[in-house]
């Protein structure tokens, strides 16, 4: 079982382990997701499908303008998963 401490350093631990995998060097900050995620509109929005979340910093923004039954996660990462199942129990990934 997978437990992150600290966001940052586990996910440059996961690149510098798997750079195929992971297309980051650095997570999302908090302003960045904000931004990316400032045109959803929550009326009108209906599933928002997240390619990659690894340890949730543009999810956490997602699921504030959309319930979480309305996001999917697609993580490839094992640890990331684990992360993101147990820091989002409603989000579907």
């Known amino acids: 079982m997978y437990v992150i401490k600290n966001d940052n ?3 440059i631990k996961q690149a ?3 750079p195929g995998d ?3 060097i650095w997570p999302s ?3 960045l997701a904000q931004v990316m995620v400032s045109d ?3 009326k009108k929005a209906g599933i928002v499908l997240e390619i990659g979340p690894g340890t949730g910093a543009l999810t ?4 504030k303008k959309i319930s979480p ?3 999917i996660g697609v993580e490839k990462n094992k640890c990331f998963y684990e992360v993101l199942v147990k820091k989002f129990p ?3 990934f």
């Open 90 to 92: 409603n989000c579907n």
């Open 9 to 11: 350093l586990d996910f």
């Open 16 to 18: 510098l382990a798997n």
């Open 40 to 42: 959803i509109d929550s």
């Open 29 to 31: 900050s908090k302003k």
């Open 22 to 24: 992971i297309g980051n």
């Open 60 to 63: 956490r923004e997602i699921i």
């Open 69 to 71: 039954s309305q996001y």
